[in-house]
């Protein structure tokens, strides 16, 4: 069982950047794929960037080559580097546990409630 809580949303200005935090419990954090989704309003949670217990990326081409995604396993801790953010960012984010190891184990357990980015032009 895990449990995940994020921090670090906020109001920024387009261009600018903003990490997020997930703090998570639970024994088995080293061996779970972490990851992050975001979702906007009305629309389902959409995938972002995901990393696996073995320190595996994976993103979404909307945000590949913006967004980094890391853990540090002794903190039991995930965060997600967004840099030159943009409106159409604006969403609430949310940190994910995976069932697993792997990227495939993601999307399905273990949400934070979520942290609310808003992006301003």
């Known amino acids: 069982q895990v449990q995940v809580a994020e921090s670090g949303g906020g109001l920024v200005q387009a261009g600018e950047s903003l990490t997020l935090s997930c703090a998570a419990s639970?024994?088995?954090?080293?061996?779970?794929?972490m990851g992050w989704f975001r979702q906007f309003p009305g629309k389902e949670r959409e995938f972002l960037a995901g990393?696996?217990?073995?320190?595996?990326?994976k993103y979404a081409d909307s945000v590949k080559g913006r967004f980094t995604i890391s853990r540090d396993n002794a903190k039991k801790m995930v965060y997600l580097q967004m840099n030159n953010l943009k409106p159409e960012d604006t969403a609430v984010y949310y940190c994910?546990?995976?069932?697993?190891?792997?990227?495939?184990?993601?999307?399905?357990?273990?949400w934070g409630q979520g942290t609310q980015v808003t992006v301003s032009s």
């Open positions: 639970g024994r088995s954090f080293s061996t779970n794929a």
């Open positions: 994910n546990a995976g069932h697993g190891s792997s990227f495939y184990s993601l999307g399905y357990r273990y």
């Open positions: 990393i696996t217990s073995g320190g595996s990326t």
